[in-house]
């Protein structure tokens, strides 16, 4: 048997190590159903070597779990061809064993430790192939579909201070964009306010507000001030994380139809989603109740979404996105995809993989024009038009920062936070809050 380092044939640059970096990059108080965004949201960025000198990066969300399975992962790792990728995730397997779609947890956010390892590796491994046959990225996921990405407003409720931001107040010279950023947003007008200034700097042509936060009839009411405000040519959609009575649903939705292109996860479990699809009539997408591949026999069986949000941090890679893809196409599924508070590396990978997928009938998520801070050079990425061209280097087409890289490791030593938990700080602003999976 063939070694699985080497199949046969030339053999390919191999990995002699994996450099794990945990950071943590400022992030505003953002509320959502599992409560609010802390001071620092944190990234795992991960540098592959060669034998040869190349490096490959990638990024994915930090936890103290995923950095250790990542600094665990490079041992074994050592001596493999980062072209023979089906191997890497065999092997991966069998370090760490399989991880039920039930590791996903109840949380807005995907907890499983296992994909962000696969995902992590896979992209560090394409940046590397990409970079030896001097072709981007999304050459290796089938070339270019177009060659800039649609991205959409992203909204989010917001108290003008909470948390560890509390009492900072705002910026005198702010305006625009950097004053709506520092600003309350906690009503409709705030919420219109807030995607004037967003869309305004950024050229978004779609949004989508965080809801699942207040009183469901409050945030309806802000989807319909936003209709209003930017009338039928900007395509609204809405995410309640999950948190609504089935009952509650039904009500909000029958009055958001007609004024919303989706409405994202209301309820939870494919089986509420199938029921709630087919008495409304309007579109739903999920990123909680259909999370892997696994899972995908029983959607088809009960219709339980018409779009399935990809994050290819969540689903192993982009290669397993491009399959998800290929699945979606099949049963008659749309896919477009989820965000996160992601740096430019991983918004780099996801408009790799926007770019190459066949089809792209809905603009992304992205959480990037809340974040301040970049480990790229060259600082941070700009839009066009609400659209992220494809980057044009080999690879991913970005090079690693090592001076913010430093910097923003010393946040995470400094800020000591080791996982994600919004519940702790939303308790900073109301004491006593709990978080619950069937909220309103």
Known sequence: MTSPGHISGRPGPCIRELRVTPIATADPPLLNAAGLHAPYALRTIIEMVTDDGITGLSEVPGSAAVTGALQAAGPCLAGMDVFQLQHIRQRLQQQFGQEAPEARGLAPWDQRKLVHVFSAVEVACLDIIGKVVS?????????????????????????????????????????????????????????????????????????????????????????????????????LRIDPNGVWKKETAFRCGRMLKGHIEYLEDPVRGQTDMAELRKALGISLA??????????????????????????????????????????????????????????????????????????????????????????????????????????????????????????????????????????????????????QAVRY
């Not at 004037?196 to 809801?211: E, W």
């Not at 477009?336 to 408009?351: E, F």
């Not at 009938?361 to 700009?382: C, F, K, N």
């Not at 992220?388 to 800020?415: F, I, K, M, T």
Request: aromatic residues 8%.
């Open 135 to 235: 072709r981007p990225v999304v050459d290796l996921l089938g070339g270019p579909m177009r060659d800039a990405v649609p991205y959409a407003a992203y909204l989010f409720y917001k108290p003008a201070g909470a948390g560890g931001t509390l009492g900072l107040g705002t910026d005198p010279q702010a305006a625009g964009w950097d004053l709506a950023r520092q600003a309350a947003a906690l009503d409709p007008a705030g919420i219109v306010g807030q995607a004037q200034a967003m869309c305004q700097a950024y050229g978004f042509q779609s949004i989508k507000l965080k809801g699942g936060v207040f009183e469901p009839q409050q945030e309806v009411e802000a989807v319909l001030a936003l209709h209003e405000a930017f009338g039928d040519d900007v395509p």
């Open 286 to 435: 999920t990123n909680m109740c259909t999370t892997s591949f696994e899972e995908i026999p029983s959607s088809i069986r009960l219709g339980s979404e018409d779009i399935i949000l990809s994050d290819h941090h969540f689903w192993g890679g982009l290669t397993a996105s491009m399959h998800l893809a290929a699945i979606c196409r099949t049963f008659g599924r749309s896919l477009s995809m989820h965000s996160n508070s992601h740096l430019g590396i991983s918004l780099a990978a996801m408009t790799h993989l926007g770019a190459a997928l066949p089809e792209l009938e809905y603009a992304l998520d992205t959480h990037y024009p809340w974040q301040s801070e970049e480990i790229i050079v060259g600082g941070r990425m700009s839009f066009q038009e609400g659209s992220l061209p494809v980057p044009s280097g080999p690879g991913l087409g970005v090079e690693l920062d090592r001076e913010a890289l430093a910097r923003l490791h010393e946040n995470y030593l400094r800020c000591g936070l080791t996982r994600r938990d919004d519940e702790i700080e939303m308790q900073k602003w109301q004491p006593g809050w709990k978080f």
